[in-house]
């Protein structure tokens, strides 16, 4: 199973800050995924990546999908409470059987 | 009803006792997943159903039990579980097996004591 690292775990900021995240591996992946989970939800899907190098932004959310495929960033731009959540980033093995996840950064966006 | 839902959202069960968790996808999909998900440790993927049939178990311990009756509905069947068995249970479903976009049910909240 390939092992996808995420950091930081933890991360609290101030409303209107920037901050971005990281997603992690020594392997290839033929896609990410990023999804965001609320308290007392399940993850939602954010975005999928799937060409090395790739950059998509969802409002405020930009993502980039590693030249090599190997890993992702999620760089959020003045955030916001409502940004608040879990950031799971997710791989599908290059096997196409299942999604690897990773362990989440916890974000905390203070008002 | 749309999406992914899953009863019951909160289950307390002791460990002696027989219990079944439910999902159900609205979603015309045809794979669905069951996921464990413990605080500080990555979702753990548990089984894998492709048009109804079992595709993968992760090595899960025979307590947990799957059953997929047809593509929109899967149950967890749960007896003599252990107190670290505790955790939510995410169900979800996609499109087809494989690196397809994943939705997510609420999860259950299932304490064991």
């Known amino acids: 199973t390939q092992l996808l690292e995420q950091s930081p775990q933890f991360l609290s900021i101030q409303e209107g800050e920037n901050l971005t995240v990281y997603c992690n591996s020594s392997?290839?992946?033929?896609?990410l995924q990023w999804y965001r989970q609320e308290p007392g939800e399940g993850p939602v899907l954010l975005v999928t990546?799937?060409?090395?190098?790739e950059v998509k932004k969802l409002k405020r959310l930009t993502f980039q999908f590693g030249d090599a495929r190997k890993d992702s960033s999620l760089h959020i731009t003045a955030a916001q409470p409502g940004d608040t959540g879990l950031y799971l980033c997710?791989?599908?093995?290059?096997?196409?059987?299942?999604?690897?996840f990773g362990e989440g950064t916890q974000l905390t966006v203070n008002p | 009803e749309t999406g992914v839902t899953q009863t019951p959202r909160h289950l307390v069960m002791g460990m002696t006792n027989k219990k079944s968790l439910k999902c159900e996808q609205h979603?015309?999909?045809?794979?669905m997943y069951w996921y464990k998900q413990s605080a500080k440790k990555p979702l753990e993927l548990m089984f894998v159903?492709?048009?109804?049939?079992?595709?993968e178990n992760n090595s899960v311990p025979s307590r947990f039990s799957p059953e997929c009756p047809n593509s929109s509905h899967l149950f967890l069947h749960l007896h003599t579980l252990q107190p670290e068995d505790s955790a939510l249970y995410l169900c979800?479903?996609?499109?087809?097996?494989?690196?397809?976009?994943?939705?997510f049910g609420p999860g259950t909240r299932l304490t064991v004591t």
């Open positions: 979800a479903s996609s499109q087809g097996q494989g690196g397809y976009e994943q939705y």
């Open positions: 392997s290839v992946f033929s896609s």
């Open positions: 990546v799937v060409t090395g190098g």
């Open positions: 997710a791989g599908e093995e290059t096997s196409g059987s299942r999604l690897t």
């Open positions: 979603l015309g999909h045809n794979a």
């Open positions: 159903y492709n048009f109804k049939e079992q595709t």
